[in-house]
């Protein structure tokens, strides 16, 4: 799938906060109709984390604009169909 198209499908799709790994904050969506589900990565070493404010209240979505984050959806049988890195 290709970037745009998936921002415009799965952009909006509320993402929860799930756990905290390894100066990671990790949230998903619930699992979806098709039964893929949405990731997100936020943070990576301790300068990032510890400027970070999250709420685990407030979903996120693809569509808010972060730095350094990683996004990806997995399919039903947990087969990676995107991925995308912003830094």
């Known amino acids: 799938m290709e970037d ?23 949230f998903k ?14 943070g990576g070493n301790m300068e990032k984390v510890s400027a970070m404010v999250v709420s685990a209240d407030e ?7 972060s730095e350094d984050e990683v996004a990806y959806i997995k399919n039903k049988e947990k087969e990676l169909i995107w991925k995308q890195e912003l830094e």
């Open 29 to 42: 969506s619930k699992v979806l109709e098709e039964g893929e589900q949405i990731f997100l990565q936020l």
């Open 59 to 65: 979903p996120l979505s693809l569509n808010e604009d």
């Open 4 to 26: 745009e198209e998936v921002l415009e499908k799965y952009g909006d799709t509320p993402l929860y906060f799930s756990h905290y790994y390894n100066f990671l904050f990790i």
